[in-house]
């Protein structure tokens, strides 16, 4: 009898121990590529204080929110996984529609946020502050704040307008230093991946300063792996500098064959901070021009096929978003910078 007892109790705590996802946690992170624990998601999906319904809709409080999903990102390049949850829906967003909370691991091992519900569209910036990248936060309009890491918390830090000028700096921010919580960088890893045979088939014969793992990322992420081998829709990547940083940005080329009558859209790729590849949210549309770039500027993107109306897109800190409708009878070269054209000599290859 007392040997039984031994061993009910054994298999109730066992069971009382034995840890599952709870169902905020596995809708948060699905998807998610991360090496935490179920503990360590559980504890983010509990201090994110997002809730499910019955019907198993996103909510926080009386606030609506239409999707929510949980990514990786390393903010101070020490090798250990931040995590950002993303957030859509107007209810709370108003017109950007978008925001995000960031958790970041303490020096005891447990996950604090560094942002709730943060209203707008996070990037990280090439700059850093006290070894923490600068997040500039964008959203609609021409000015953006970026937040800095004062040496123990993201602080506002200064305004910036669309392409990246100075408009002010916060006289309110000043640096700890806290150098326990701003930890070195950690050196670049060699990249050893192999390209996967659909990769490796996409980037046949093309020159690249991309990586093995950035070139897969791509293939991954753009949902172009389908399309290899079709013949009435081929996509192709063209690698260009659009900003004149030494970074290579891809574009995805995709002539679509209908009837006889070919047409071509653009999807554009640029390495976020951390090195991982990220697609801009849309298609770029036909006929894109791009206007001389500044170093370290994104130029304005103008797309549109001859004698129709055409499209800018200008950079907003986070992604391209178009701001302008040029009219078919209005001159391109009237309305912005001389243009040189990123694709004209490339599509005659087809």
Do not use: C
């Not at 950002?84 to 091992?109: A, C, N, P, Q, V």
């Not at 943060?118 to 936060?137: A, Y």
């Not at 021409?142 to 506002?156: D, Q, S, T």
């Not at 990220?278 to 298609?283: H, I, L, Y």
Request: hydrophobic residues 35%; glycine residues 8%; charged residues 20%.
């Amino acid at each position: 009898m007392k040997a039984l007892f031994t061993l009910l109790f054994t298999l109730s705590f066992l069971g009382s121990n034995s840890q599952t996802l709870t169902p905020v946690a596995t809708k948060l992170f699905r998807g998610s590529k991360t090496k935490l624990t179920v503990a360590e998601k559980n504890s983010i999906a509990q201090k994110s204080n997002l809730k499910l319904s019955k019907s198993n809709r996103w909510s926080s409080s009386d606030i609506t929110i239409s999707s929510a999903s949980a990514s990786t990102i390393d903010v101070n390049g020490d090798g250990i996984d931040e995590i950002m949850i993303g957030m859509s829906g107007t209810d709370y967003f108003g017109m950007t529609g978008e925001g995000f909370s960031l958790f970041m691991k303490d020096t005891k091992g447990a996950f604090k946020p560094l942002f709730e519900f943060q209203i707008g569209i996070p990037s990280l910036m090439d700059t850093k502050t006290n070894g923490f990248f600068d997040i500039l936060i964008g959203g609609p309009g021409f000015e953006f704040p970026v937040y800095a890491w004062n040496g123990k918390e993201y602080f506002l830090n200064r305004t910036v307008k669309d392409d990246g000028t100075l408009i002010s700096k916060n006289p309110e921010f000043k640096s700890t230093n806290t150098t326990a919580d701003s930890p070195k960088p950690t050196p670049a890893k060699i990249d050893n991946v192999t390209l996967t045979p659909k990769a490796a088939d996409f980037f046949k014969d093309i020159k690249s300063k991309l990586t093995n793992t950035q070139k897969n990322q791509v293939v991954e992420i753009s949902g172009i792996g389908f399309l290899i081998g079709k013949k009435n829709m081929v996509p192709s990547p063209l690698p260009v500098d659009l900003n004149g940083d030494g970074i290579e940005e891809l574009v995805i080329v995709t002539k679509t064959t209908f009837l006889g009558i070919k047409s071509y859209s653009y999807k554009l790729f640029a390495t976020d901070a951390s090195g991982e590849m990220k697609a801009a949210p849309g298609d770029l549309g036909s006929g894109l021009k791009a206007a001389s770039a500044t170093k370290g500027h994104y130029p304005d993107l103008v797309t549109g096929l001859p004698n129709l109306e055409h499209q800018v897109w200008r950079w907003n800190g986070v992604t391209y978003k178009m701001t302008q409708r040029i009219p078919a009878n209005q001159q391109i070269s009237n309305q912005l910078n001389p243009i040189e054209s990123l694709s004209e000599s490339y599509l005659k290859t087809f």
